[in-house]
């Protein structure tokens, strides 16, 4: 048997690039997949990759600034699956500029997202999740939320909250057998980055001397929803 078989795992932000290796990695180690996505063909294009590896899968339009949409992912899976094991709030947005140029809708809209968003898919997730009886939230922070860069505050500030929610949810659930761990990436190729014309920059400031790849990180995700991880929280 592989390690997830029977399970099932939420990602939003699935339709492409780290969502979508998430949830190819959780579907190829036997896991159900519900690929949440704004753009209801792209994650129906990561269903259809997920089927060619064997996997079971559903697409879902999901919008994480709007609280019931989050809602109607979790009812849909509950109505498909009766279960959910694994909510990986992985969608995001990206904005740039220097502060005294970013208008307050701009800054306010990346919260929403980054921030807010992942409140949302936790408020929808955690019920079925209790309900299952254990399981993993694992929510996509960044490098960024760490150390911080220029031209990034509303995503700089976004990712270190996410910080804060993760170790304040971690003390929540603990006792109910609900893991909540933070992923923090560094420069990774995908739809979000590849546009900004800023990879040579980045990877100058990467150990490991090239960027990453979303298989490095759905990595990670997988191991943070493992047994080998039981221990890990927060």
């Known amino acids: 048997m592989s390690r997830f078989d029977d399970k099932v795992a939420l ?16 579907a190829s180690e036997g896991a159900n997949i519900a690929v949440a996505d704004i753009v209801e063909e792209n994650a129906a294009a990561t ?12 697409a879902l339009a999901c919008d994480v600034r709007d609280l019931d949409q989050c809602m109607n992912a979790v009812s849909t899976i509950d109505d498909q699956w009766g279960r959910l094991d694994f909510a ?31 409140f949302r898919t936790a408020k929808a997730a955690l019920p079925l999740i209790r309900r299952t009886g254990s399981g993993a939230l694992v929510l996509m922070s960044s490098v960024e939320g760490l150390v911080g860069s ?22 929540e659930c603990g006792g109910q057998g609900i893991r909540v761990n933070c992923v923090n ?11 900004l014309g800023m990879t ?10 090239r960027a990453g790849q979303p298989e490095d990180i759905a990595g990670a995700v997988a191991f943070l929803c493992s047994d080998d991880a039981l221990y890990v929280t927060g």
């Open 200 to 209: 040579d920059h980045f990877v100058g400031k990467t150990p490991m001397g």
């Open 88 to 118: 990986i709030a992985n969608a995001g947005v990206v904005g740039f500029g220097l502060v005294e140029h970013v208008s307050e809708e701009d800054f306010l809209g990346v919260l929403d997202v980054n921030l807010h968003g992942v």
């Open 150 to 171: 220029s031209l990034l505050p509303a995503y700089c500030a976004a990712k270190t909250g996410l910080l804060g929610f993760c170790r304040s949810m971690a003390e």
């Open 11 to 26: 990602v939003t932000g699935g339709g492409s690039g780290i969502g979508r290796a998430i949830a190819l990695r959780l």
């Open 185 to 195: 990436p560094g420069y990774t190729l995908s739809p979000m980055t590849e546009g």
């Open 47 to 58: 269903v259809g990759l997920v089927n060619e590896v064997g996997g079971s899968a559903i």
